[in-house]
C-alpha cells in the first residue's frame, strides 16, 4: 500500500491530519482462502478497494477510479474480487470482476487505452462480473462456490429483481416484485437462497423467503403478519458448513434486534438466550459451532463469543476497550479481528490475540477529546445525546454545533469522526441527539418515526437544545443545526420550523423539497417514503407538506449554507435547487456549494475542502470562538 505525499504535519491543521491520516477498513477474506482478504482504504487519497495475501503480506490497489471504490467482495475460493462499477458516485451500475492475483494497477475497463499504471506485460482488463444485467442499482449478492452468483437489483421500472447467474450462462430471473427486496445469502452447497422482502409494503420491517435456484420457494418466515404488524427479520448468515441448512436471523419479537436459529427446511426456530440490553447481532465462527455476538447500548458496543450448542448456553466476553467496535468476524483459528474506535481514539483493526491486524504506513490521526453522556426529559421519553466540549482551559458557554445524524435509521456513537473534533479544535461544542427514530434503543423507539417525520425528531432536538442553553454549555446565540443526508434535511426543517432557535444552518446533501426528492429518488426509497408517510404525495400530500422544508423556506432567518452532489440518487439535486430559488427569491442569506459526486465524496481533499467551507461559513456570520481564530 502506498500512501498520500503532501505537506508535513507540522504545517497542517490538526483536523486536516484526521482525514488524511491513512484508514482502513476490517478486511473481509475468503471463506475457504483465509489468506486472501479484501478492505478499503483511503491510502491514495481516495478511498479504493484493495487485495492482501495475508501469508506474504502483500497488498494491492484493486480499484482506481476518480471518485472511489468501497463496495467490492471475494468469491468463496479466493480466485476473484466482485466490485460495484457506477459512474461518479451515482450507485448505479454493474457488477465487475477481476483476478485476486492480478498485478498492482493493471486495471482496464470499458474504454480505457492505457489502463491504470500497468507494470508490464498486458493489463488485465476488468470484466462484467454478470453479462447480460443491465446497470441497475444493487440489491445484495451472493456468490457460491461453484462460481455460480445471485444477483439483486432494483430500477426505477421494474423495482426489485433477482437473478442467478451460472458461468457461461445467460442470467436467469427468479424474483421480481414492486417493493423493495434484496438477495440475504446463498447456503454453503449453493441449493438454498435467502430474501428479505417488502411486498407487504412496509419498508421499514421486512419478511424472509428461502428458494431453491429455480426460484420454487422453501419456506417463508413473514413477523409481519402480512403488514399488520410492525416487526422485522433479517438475513445473517446461512451456517458456513456444508449441509447445514440453518439460517441465522435478526427478530424484533421482544422489542429490540436479537439473533435466533431458524432451519427452513426442518421448520424449526431455536430462540437464542443472549439476555443482553439494547440491540444484538451476531455471525457465524467459521465452523458452525458458535456465534460471534456484536451488543450494542446507549452508543457503545462490545462483544461476546455465544455457544448455542453447549447445554448452558455459554456467553463468555470478548474483551475489547470501551468505545464502538464497526464490525468483527471470527477467523478460522478461533480469534476475533474487530474494527474499534472511541470519540477520542482513531480507529483501528484489532484481534483478540493482541496484535494490530492491519496498520497503513503514514502519520496517525491526532485523537480528539472525549464524548459525555446527556439523557435529557422529551415529549417522547429520555433522549440520549452525546457531548464533546473544547479541551480546558476553555470555559462555556461555547458556540454550539449540533450535529445531527442521517438515516434516520441509524445512530450517533462513542467513535471517532473527524467532523465533530475539527469543531472542536475550531472552539466549538459538540452536540450530537439520538432522536426518535434512532437505532440502537429499542424498537419502539426507532418506529416512533411515522406520517410526522421530521417533526418528530425536531421536538428532541428541541428538548437537547434547552438543556444545553441551561446548563451552560451553549451560547444561545451562536447555535448551529447541521447535518448531512436526513441531518441535512433535519437542518433545513428545523431553521423554517423553529426560525429563532438557531443562528446558523449547515446542511449536506439534505432533503429539501420532499415531493420533488421523491419523485426523483431511487425506488429504494421511495418505498421507505411511503412507508414513513404512510403513502404517496399524490395519496397524503398533506403529510409531504407539513414534513417539507421547502413548505417553511420562508420563514427561514439564519444564514443557511448547503453542499449538494450533482449525482446524488438519494437527495437528488433538483430539489435542492428547488429550494435554493425560494432562498434567492427573497434575497436570503445563503451559499450553495455543488460537487460532481454522489451522496457524499469519497476523495480525502473533497472532504477537507467541504469542512473548511463550513467552518469559513460559521467564523464569517458567528464570529470566531473566544481566544480562537478559525
Avoid at 421519553?381 to 449540533?402: E, I, K, N, W
Amino acid at each position: 500500500m502506498t500512501e498520500t505525499t503532501g505537506s508535513t504535519t507540522d504545517s497542517v491543521p490538526e483536523w486536516e491530519q484526521r482525514f488524511r491520516a491513512p484508514r482502513v477498513s476490517l478486511p473481509d477474506w475468503a471463506e475457504d482462502a483465509p489468506d486472501r482478504a479484501l478492505f478499503v482504504s483511503n491510502a491514495t487519497g481516495t478511498y479504493e478497494l484493495y487485495a492482501w495475501d495475508r501469508a506474504t503480506g502483500e497488498q494491492r490497489q484493486v480499484t482506481d477510479r476518480p471518485n472511489g471504490t468501497t463496495d467490492g467482495t471475494l468469491t468463496p475460493d479466493g480466485e476473484a474480487i466482485w466490485w460495484f462499477d457506477d459512474t461518479d458516485g451515482d450507485e448505479f451500475g454493474v457488477w465487475m470482476r477481476r483476478p485476486f492475483n492480478a498485478a498492482p494497477g493493471d486495471s482496464k475497463s470499458e474504454g480505457d487505452s492505457e489502463g491504470a499504471g500497468a507494470r508490464g506485460g498486458e493489463a488485465v482488463k476488468d470484466e462484467p462480473a454478470a453479462p447480460g444485467l443491465a446497470p441497475s442499482y444493487p440489491a445484495g449478492l451472493a456468490i457460491g462456490r461453484d462460481g455460480t452468483a445471485v444477483v439483486g437489483r432494483s430500477t426505477d421500472e421494474d423495482g426489485t429483481t433477482v437473478h442467478v447467474v451460472r458461468p457461461g450462462a445467460a442470467p436467469v430471473e427468479i424474483y421480481r416484485h414492486r417493493e423493495s427486496a434484496g438477495v440475504g445469502d446463498l447456503s454453503h452447497d449453493g441449493t438454498l437462497i435467502a430474501l428479505e422482502h417488502t411486498e407487504h409494503g412496509d419498508a421499514m420491517h421486512s419478511a424472509l423467503r428461502v428458494v431453491r435456484p429455480d426460484g420454487s420457494t422453501v419456506a417463508e418466515l413473514d413477523d409481519t403478519e402480512g403488514g399488520t404488524k410492525e416487526l422485522g427479520l433479517a438475513v445473517l448468515g446461512f451456517a458456513p458448513v456444508a449441509g447445514d441448512t440453518r439460517l441465522l436471523v435478526g427478530h424484533q419479537r421482544r422489542g429490540r434486534w436479537e439473533p435466533m436459529i431458524w432451519d427452513p427446511v426442518a421448520g424449526t426456530e431455536t430462540d437464542l438466550a443472549i439476555e443482553l440490553p439494547g440491540d444484538v447481532g451476531a455471525e457465524w465462527y467459521p465452523d458452525g459451532s458458535a456465534l460471534l455476538i456484536e451488543h450494542g447500548f446507549e452508543a457503545r458496543s462490545e462483544l461476546w463469543r455465544y455457544g448455542p450448542a453447549a447445554a448452558d448456553g455459554a456467553l463468555v466476553r470478548v474483551e475489547t476497550p470501551t468505545g464502538s467496535v464497526s464490525g468483527a468476524t471470527a477467523r478460522p483459528d478461533g480469534t476475533v479481528e474487530y474494527l474499534w474506535s472511541s470519540a477520542a481514539e482513531p480507529p483501528v483493526v484489532r484481534s483478540t490475540s493482541g496484535a494490530v491486524v492491519l496498520d497503513p504506513p503514514g502519520a496517525k490521526a491526532p485523537r480528539s477529546v472525549p464524548v459525555e453522556d446527556v439523557w435529557v426529559e422529551g415529549p417522547g421519553g429520555r433522549v440520549h445525546a452525546l457531548v464533546q466540549r473544547p479541551a480546558a482551559p476553555a470555559q462555556g458557554p461555547f458556540p454550539t454545533v449540533f450535529e445531527i445524524h442521517g438515516g434516520p435509521t441509524w445512530h450517533d456513537s462513542d467513535a471517532f469522526a473527524g467532523g465533530p473534533a475539527a469543531w472542536v479544535d475550531h472552539g466549538y461544542a459538540v452536540v450530537r441527539v439520538n432522536y426518535r427514530g434512532s437505532t440502537g434503543y429499542g424498537r419502539a423507539w426507532t418506529d416512533a418515526l411515522k406520517h410526522r417525520i421530521g417533526l418528530i425528531e425536531l421536538e428532541d432536538i428541541a428538548a437537547v437544545r434547552e438543556w444545553a442553553v441551561k446548563s451552560g454549555l451553549a451560547d444561545p446565540a451562536r447555535l448551529v443545526l447541521a447535518g448531512g443526508s436526513w441531518g441535512g434535511y433535519l437542518t433545513l426543517l428545523g431553521l423554517g420550523t423553529q426560525p429563532g432557535d438557531w443562528a446558523l444552518g449547515l446542511a449536506a446533501v439534505p432533503v429539501a423539497d420532499y415531493v420533488t426528492a421523491y419523485h426523483d429518488e431511487m425506488e429504494a426509497l421511495k418505498a421507505m417514503d411511503r412507508t414513513l408517510l404512510g403513502g404517496t404525495p399524490e395519496e397524503v400530500p398533506e403529510r409531504f407538506e407539513a414534513s417539507s422544508p421547502l413548505t417553511y423556506v420562508d420563514a427561514v432567518r439564519a444564514p443557511v449554507y448547503i453542499s449538494a452532489g450533482v449525482n446524488d440518487p438519494r437527495c437528488p439535486i433538483r430539489q435542492v435547487e428547488n429550494y435554493v430559488d425560494r432562498l434567492k427569491g427573497r434575497d436570503a442569506v445563503h451559499e450553495v456549494y455543488r460537487y460532481d459526486a454522489g451522496h457524499g465524496s469519497l476523495v480525502v481533499e473533497e472532504r477537507i475542502k467541504q469542512v473548511r467551507l463550513e467552518l469559513d461559513f460559521a467564523a464569517r456570520h458567528l464570529g470566531a470562538p473566544d481566544g480562537l481564530a478559525g
